[in-house]
């Protein structure tokens, strides 16, 4: 059903997080339009080390010193063994610059890496991108500038 909602050329290539929530419906996307799959490590959500998977409360009641730090600055502070929003960018720059221009592709994205390409093509500031919802299986046009190298 989400392929028949796709308004766009036809994509020559769908992208994914190896994560199995993103990647199984990308494989489906892949399936239906008869093209390439790539499955990519770039595009795995933000890590989150030591906090991935926990609660809140228990991550704030355990490592109060950690939350604090990253609170007052989630950009460029990481939780522990995880990543920032900037190493995420980062990531996902890399990926991005390697796009071929000449085709159309699809992404079946993490929440953390939608707001990252809203930073690297819309050139939206983090705040803005994260504070604007990311819509479940929605889609979402980015399209290549001349800044895009």
């Known amino acids: ?9 036809l994509p020559a290539l769908v992208w994914s997080s190896p994560l199995v929530r993103c990647r199984a419906v990308a494989e489906r996307l892949a399936t239906h339009w008869g093209v390439a799959l790539s499955i990519d490590d770039a595009l795995y959500e933000i890590d989150f ?8 409360d228990e ?3 355990n490592d109060p010193a950690g939350v604090a730090a990253w ?6 502070v990481a939780p522990p063994g ?5 190493d995420l960018e980062t990531r996902v720059r890399a990926w991005w ?15 953390g890496v939608i707001r990252a390409l809203r930073v690297i093509a819309r050139h939206e500031p983090w705040h ?3 504070t604007r919802e990311v819509v479940h299986l929605a889609w979402v046009q980015h399209a290549f500038d001349a800044a895009d190298h």
């Open 82 to 86: 995880g990543e920032c929003a900037s």
């Open 128 to 130: 803005d991108a994260m």
């Open 1 to 9: 059903m989400l392929a028949r909602t796709y308004q766009g050329a």
């Open 59 to 61: 991550i704030a009641a």
């Open 49 to 56: 080390g030591a906090w991935e998977g926990r609660e809140w």
């Open 71 to 76: 609170s007052a600055d989630w950009l460029s």
């Open 97 to 111: 610059s390697r796009l071929p221009r000449s085709i159309t592709h699809v992404l079946v994205a993490h929440g």
